[in-house]
């Protein structure tokens, strides 16, 4: 028992007092840049898309002959198909659907809108997502689009940029391309809430410049065409839209032929016809 004292002492030693350890601050971590956010509810996301596409089994058929049509054009994969489908941000409001395919007499117009897309908007700005395209005149009529909206005729796409950037330099960004390239492509440009932006291919004009780059970048917008740039964001008093129906086999549209911009385009002064 005496030899075991000093082991049985050992043990029971307290043990040194440690040296407090220094907690870093937690470092505050960037909000995730989520810009279709304001404009995409649920039932209009991808697995929205995937309970609509599985409701109908004509839609099948659909979705791959419109694939298919891009793919010929040279257009596909610029954006994911399925987006392409997309209708109003207020479909749920309207009594409309989450997405659409546009009639197929309607595809050529997406055609160069894309094109414009893929030349002068992804390479400017990066990667982007589509979060209005194609609207049955209802519900164009009540999400608030203008009476000749060319989302009406599958020619417009409103984008948000998938890349962190400003409002203010994304506007002088695309701006600078549109002065540049954009009368060719008949390319529309317009600007609407948050980072929500419009590409069209009906005319040369732009439209919504903020007093931030107003005068390096002034809109281009005559009188004559305030009926196709209406604000595309829910009213206060929506109406019932009524829905798509399947429509039958119909022959595929002709491919149109692009129509490359040349460069050094001018910008035409307020006016002149463009």
Same mark, same amino acid.
């Given at each position: ?15 040194? !007092? ?7 601050? +937690?470092?505050? =971590? ?13 039932? =209009? ?10 409701? !109908?089994?004509?839609? !099948? ?17 610029? %954006? ?44 400017? %700005? ?12 209802? +519900? ?10 060319? &989302? ?28 540049? &390239?954009?009368?060719?492509? &008949? ?10 932006? $419009? ?22 917008? &005559? ?7 209406? =604000? ?6 929506? /109406?019932?839209?009524?829905?798509? /129906?399947?429509?039958?086999? !119909? ?15 001018? /910008?035409?002064?307020?006016? =002149?016809? $463009?």
């Amino acid at each position: 028992m005496r030899a075991l004292g000093p082991a049985l002492l050992f043990i029971a030693a307290p043990l040194p !007092a440690q040296a407090p350890v220094a907690v870093p601050p +937690l470092i505050a =971590q960037p909000a995730v840049w989520d810009p279709a956010a304001p404009y995409i509810t649920a039932g =209009q996301d991808e697995p929205g898309y995937r309970s609509w596409y599985l409701a !109908a089994p004509f839609r !099948a058929a659909q979705v791959k002959s419109f694939n298919d049509y891009l793919a010929r054009a040279d257009v596909g994969g610029i %954006v994911p198909t399925w987006e392409l489908f997309r209708t109003a941000t207020s479909w749920k409001d309207c009594g409309g659907q989450p997405f659409e395919i546009a009639p197929t007499e309607e595809w050529p117009h997406i055609v160069q809108t894309l094109r414009y897309i893929r030349d002068y908007v992804i390479p400017a %700005v990066g990667p982007v997502e589509p979060v209005s395209v194609y609207r049955n005149p209802a +519900l164009n009529v009540c999400a608030g689009g203008a009476p000749e909206s060319a &989302h009406r005729t599958y020619s417009a796409i409103d984008l948000v940029p998938l890349r962190p950037i400003d409002r203010v330099t994304l506007m002088r960004t695309l701006c600078v391309g549109h002065t540049e &390239h954009g009368a060719p492509y &008949h390319a529309g440009l317009g600007f609407y809430a948050f980072m929500r932006f $419009h590409i069209d291919s009906t005319k040369f004009r732009r439209w919504n410049m903020d007093p931030a780059v107003a005068a390096e970048c002034p809109a281009i917008l &005559h009188p004559e065409d305030v009926a196709s740039v209406g =604000q595309p964001l829910p009213p206060t008093s929506p /109406t019932p839209a009524t829905g798509a /129906t399947p429509s039958g086999p !119909a022959a595929t549209p002709a491919i149109p032929a692009a129509q490359p911009a040349p460069t050094g385009v001018k /910008t035409p002064e307020r006016g =002149q016809p $463009h």
